[in-house]
């Protein structure tokens, strides 16, 4: 089945301890992003990827870090989370044919008190 | 310039009426507008698209009409049913320049029966 898989699914942590949300789709996709949902908000893009070794910033980058050393994992990097990244986050993934096409995984509901 | 502006931020329809959503975009160079549909406690998944060289595009109930030269797009429900009351995103892009899918707030969808 084409998929989008995150992990873990929900994560409950404290300010200041290092934490990585996984990202895997088994679609063969080069593009891949990872966005964040707050109320009133709606979708916002903390970083995309283009291809492998290809990374940039969307419009919410601060406070995070990605890579994406093989093309099927693009995980999402906070090193030291601070209670105003509590939100929802999802990746997303693309073919590089189409990068408006995206397919979504089942989100991370992160909180950090 | 990146932004896309959605309207209403919430709606309220008995089973049966239309729903319509607009959205209005700044940048000329976005050239694919989808929408995404998302249902509480899952990933947005990509329900209709459209190119700018179309005025209208349709899919079963769900229809976009595209203006371009007024810079605004929406999508219209007919025959509304409950199981469509989700949130609707519309999202811009511009395929082959910077490829940042940019979002709408979104609109939550409500159907009564």
């Known amino acids: 089945e084409a998929q989008v898989t995150q992990n873990p699914r929900y994560l409950i942590t404290v300010t200041g301890k290092k934490l990585t949300v996984t990202c895997s789709q088994n679609m063969n996709h080069e593009y891949m992003s990872w966005y964040r949902q707050d109320p009133g908000l709606g979708l916002r893009q903390i970083y995309y990827?283009?291809?492998?070794?290809?990374?940039d910033k969307g419009d919410v980058p601060e406070g995070y870090k990605v890579s994406r050393k093989e093309k099927r994992n693009f995980p999402l990097i906070l090193e030291s989370p601070s209670p105003n990244q509590t939100s929802l986050y999802f990746c997303a993934s693309s073919p590089h044919t189409s990068p408006g096409e995206q397919y979504f995984g089942p989100g991370t509901r992160l909180t950090v008190t | 310039q990146q932004q896309v502006k959605q309207s209403p931020q919430s709606l309220i329809v008995q089973k049966g009426g239309i729903s319509i959503i607009n959205c209005a975009y700044e940048n000329t160079a976005f050239d694919y507008f989808p929408w995404y549909q998302q249902f509480p406690g899952k990933g947005p998944a990509l329900l209709i698209a459209?190119?700018?060289?179309?005025s209208e595009k349709k899919e079963g109930r769900f229809t976009i009409s595209f203006n371009k030269s007024a810079k605004q797009f929406s999508l219209h429900i007919m025959d509304s049913q409950p199981g469509d009351s989700a949130t609707y995103f519309c999202?811009?892009?511009?395929?082959?320049?910077?490829?940042?899918?940019?979002f709408g707030k979104g609109t939550k969808l409500t159907v009564n029966p």
């Open positions: 999202a811009a892009i511009s395929q082959g320049g910077s490829e940042k899918l940019v």
């Open positions: 990827s283009m291809n492998v070794e290809v990374t």
């Open positions: 459209i190119r700018p060289d179309v």
